[in-house]
């Protein structure tokens, strides 16, 4: 009989090691090798659920690193930290901005609290990176305290509010441009059925005879119009309550500091940020974000519209209108040999039914906000950003993948615009 060997116990999985820290509280366990400190590990225990970390959101982290940035050259301009503190939170954004500290940035963003633990999480990963370079050890958390120096002069009111705007500015940039080829395919592809004649619809009945490419071409003015409009939404976000700490008086951010953040920020980025005219409404009020959902959520309604026409367009081929076909990318079954489905427009109409769920959660945070702090902003910034990367994707694929390879079906459509001519005469 076989005996049973036990499992080397080198090959058994380690326990983790904790190192302890401590804050007004108590204490509480932290990973050892953890970059991040008690605040986060808190944060990873109580207030984590949806699996959306800031280190996901690579935009928002590297706004909020740069915000920190920022922030410690206006508090060294101020005299609030020393020239040396202020180069080690320098070096230490600078290196987190080369995501090589992606692994530490655990907190959820749709936690609770108004993004108190995505600010903790930062200013921690940046204070115990600083405090390495210069010879100390995590957690200890000198010579630099993230909240006495990563923080100085801030809240996490006025510093999540800027990073969230630049965050969704640069997922903005994405898509934009994504759109851009989408409307220049879209026309292209109106310029080259323009002369293909065939039956309009109207209530899904037989009607008149138009061109195809007139159809593409309304299509191309829809998505254009709502391109612009959610562009002129989120140039909204360029207007920032950076200075204005928890709501909007500037408490505990001295003058000096307040003077010089944003121009700091400014050459950061390289972006044009200005100062909002009510700093206050800016803590009170997130419908800046609300406008930019409103118009992404009517552009989802349209490229649903659009989707959805094309699958009925290419329907049959034997049994439908069988006007266009679209490329064969997939099997389409499992059962009907040789079935082909419209899988990409039903991609994108999918990921507009999650945009537009995206769009409902953000007016609901707006709506939430009480009194002086609006503290579901953050949610309606997660909300806005992930839809947006989601929207990109899904964009990319419809446009390469289906819209820029749609064929005429011109002896279907010859037949179809003879049905047409009879009804007009």
């Not at 605040?39 to 699996?51: D, M």
Request: proline letters at 3%; hydrophobic letters at 40%.
């Amino acid at each position: 009989m076989a005996v049973k060997r036990s499992r080397p116990v080198s090959s058994l999985p380690k326990e983790p090691k904790y190192r302890v820290e401590r804050d007004s509280i108590g204490t509480f366990r932290v990973l050892e090798n953890a970059s991040y400190g008690i605040g986060t590990a808190r944060a990873r225990l109580y207030l984590g659920f949806s699996n959306r970390i800031l280190g996901v959101h690579i935009y928002y982290l590297r706004a909020l690193v740069k915000v920190k940035k920022a922030a410690a050259r206006a508090n060294r301009d101020a005299g609030v930290i020393t020239p040396a503190v202020a180069n080690a939170i320098e070096a230490a954004c600078d290196d987190i901005l080369q995501l090589k500290h992606s692994d530490d940035f655990p907190a959820d963003v749709l936690g609770g609290g108004g993004g108190i633990a995505v600010n903790m999480n930062v200013n921690e990963v940046i204070a115990n990176v600083a405090n390495e370079s210069l010879g100390g050890t995590r957690g200890t958390y000198r010579p630099i305290d993230p909240k006495l120096h990563v923080n100085a002069s801030q809240s996490t009111a006025d510093v999540c509010h800027t990073a969230m705007r630049i965050a969704i500015i640069e997922e903005w940039d994405n898509l934009h441009r994504m759109l851009g080829d989408c409307i220049r395919a879209m026309r292209s592809k109106a310029g080259e059925f323009r002369e293909v004649r065939t039956l309009a619809r109207t209530c899904l009945q037989d009607a008149s005879v138009t061109s195809l490419g007139e159809l593409f071409g309304g299509y191309t003015a829809a998505i254009a119009r709502r391109t612009g409009e959610l562009d002129r939404a989120v140039s909204m976000l360029h207007k920032v309550n950076l200075g204005g700490t928890v709501i909007g008086d500037g408490s505990g951010a001295p003058p000096a500091y307040r003077r010089a953040v944003l121009g700091h920020l400014k050459r950061i980025l390289k972006l044009k940020l200005t100062l909002r005219e009510n700093l206050f409404d800016a803590a009170q009020n997130c419908d800046d974000l609300g406008a930019v959902a409103a118009q992404l959520g009517l552009l989802a309604e349209v490229l649903i519209k659009v989707a959805n026409d094309l699958r009925l367009l290419s329907s049959g081929p034997e049994g439908g209108f069988g006007e266009i076909s679209l490329p064969a990318v997939m099997e389409g079954s499992s059962f009907y040999p040789g079935k082909i489905n419209p899988v990409i427009p039903e991609t994108l109409m999918q990921c507009c039914f999650q945009v537009l769920g995206f769009e409902r959660a953000t007016r609901g945070a707006l709506e939430h906000g009480e009194l002086n702090l609006n503290v579901f902003e953050g949610s309606a910034a997660s909300n806005l950003m992930f839809a947006m990367g989601m929207l990109t994707g899904s964009v990319e694929s419809f446009t390469g993948s289906c819209l820029a390879r749609i064929t005429v079906n011109k002896a279907r459509c010859r037949k179809l615009a003879s049905i047409g001519r009879r009804r007009t005469h």
